[in-house]
């Protein structure tokens, strides 16, 4: 069973920065294609990055490029977010999510092609 838990929530002024962390157990981390999204309340869960599970090809909704960072750890069997310069209209619940990817390559931006999710950390920022 696939198990993915967040962390690294919390509340921030504008402009401040967290980093996000999302650990994987029960699958062939390596094998995963990961990303995360965020929901704001009253909004549909929307992508904010992507990363592929063997070549680290990314992709970011045009909103946080230069700001957001996704990465993994493959030996820790953990991938990260790094926010930075947040905005207060950023304050979501942020979800980690992957699904099985034996390419390697790929970087998936649909919501609906995942799998597995996680619980979800609060993000909070205020002006």
């Known amino acids: 069973q696939v198990k993915l838990v967040e962390s690294g929530g919390g509340s921030v002024r504008a402009g401040g920065s967290l980093t996000l962390s999302c650990v994987v157990s029960?699958?062939?981390?390596?094998?995963?294609?990961t990303g995360w999204f965020c929901q704001a309340p009253g909004k549909e869960r929307e992508l904010v990055a992507a990363?592929?599970?063997?070549?680290?090809?990314?992709q970011y909704t045009d909103s946080v490029k230069g700001r957001f960072i996704i990465s993994r750890d493959n030996n820790e069997n953990t991938w990260y977010l790094q926010i930075n310069s947040l905005k207060p209209e950023e304050t979501a619940i942020y979800y980690c999510?992957?699904?099985?990817?034996?390419?390697?390559?790929?970087?998936?931006?649909?919501?609906?092609?995942?799998?597995?999710w996680g619980q979800g950390t609060r993000v909070t920022v205020s002006s």
């Open positions: 990363i592929s599970c063997s070549f680290g090809d990314t």
């Open positions: 029960g699958w062939p981390y390596s094998s995963m294609a």
């Open positions: 999510t992957s699904h099985l990817d034996t390419s390697g390559r790929v970087v998936t931006t649909k919501s609906d092609e995942y799998d597995y």
